[in-house]
């Protein structure tokens, strides 16, 4: 079946370590996101790649990382310069739109990190 | 830059009545409008969306939304809802062209009461 995973369903971390969140893809979509949600603010773009090897800050950046070396994968990790790192993750992706066009993006089923 | 403004927080709603989940945003230049649904601690899923055409889209399980140019919204409207339908509902819009795609609303919390 095709469809993004993301490991793990929950994560908890002692205050001060990093952590890397996976998200792979089999859809062989060309664009990938992550977002942050936090309750009653919705979904926070956090980085996104368009394609292989190349990557773009999103609205809420500090404190995260990504790399993007493989079109399937795309790990975040959460640094401990992130603030206030616990919250709901998730990945997303969707085809590299055409000229004119768009294309929906397809979500994971998420991670949920707490850190303590 | 668009936003996008979902006016209600939480929406309680008992069984079979109408409900109506409103969606404003602003944006300088065309916009494609989607709806998300979100169950508990679980990923997003696509509900419906507006890319062009006719300005009422339907999705398979009866909700449907009205792209209003003029008024600026995308409200979402199902005329009986059931329990199954309480969840997190996101309305999210795009632009044509741009690299990072969405901008979500802050989320509507449906609850159907029996």
């Known amino acids: 079946d095709g469809g993004i995973t993301q490991s793990p369903k929950y994560l908890f971390r002692k205050e001060g370590q990093n952590v890397t969140l996976s998200c792979e893809q089999n859809l062989n979509h060309d664009a990938m996101y992550w977002y942050r949600q936090d309750p009653g603010q919705g979904l926070r773009l956090i980085y996104y790649?368009?394609?292989?090897?190349?990557?773009q800050k999103g609205d809420i950046a500090e404190g995260y990382s990504v790399s993007r070396e493989k079109k399937e994968s795309f790990p975040l990790t959460v640094t401990s310069a992130q603030k206030n790192p616990t919250a709901f993750y998730l990945c997303a992706s969707s085809p590299r739109p055409l000229a004119g066009a768009y294309n929906e993006q397809f979500f994971g089923p998420g991670t949920r990190l707490t850190v303590l | 830059a668009q936003s996008v403004t979902q006016l209600d927080s939480q929406v309680p709603v008992f069984e079979e009545a109408p409900v109506e989940l409103r969606c404003n945003y602003s944006s300088s230049v065309s916009v494609y409008l989607f709806w998300y649904v979100q169950y508990p601690n679980q990923g997003l899923q696509l509900l419906l969306k507006y890319l062009s055409g006719s300005t009422l889209v339907e999705s398979i399980n009866g909700f449907e939304a009205e792209f209003n140019k003029s008024q600026t919204s995308f409200h979402l409207r199902k005329p009986s809802v059931h329990i199954s339908d309480t969840a997190e509902y996101f309305c999210a819009v795009g632009i044509s062209g741009s690299a990072r795609q969405l901008t979500f609303g802050s989320g509507t919390q449906l609850t159907v009461l029996p």
């Open positions: 790649s368009q394609i292989v090897n190349d990557f």
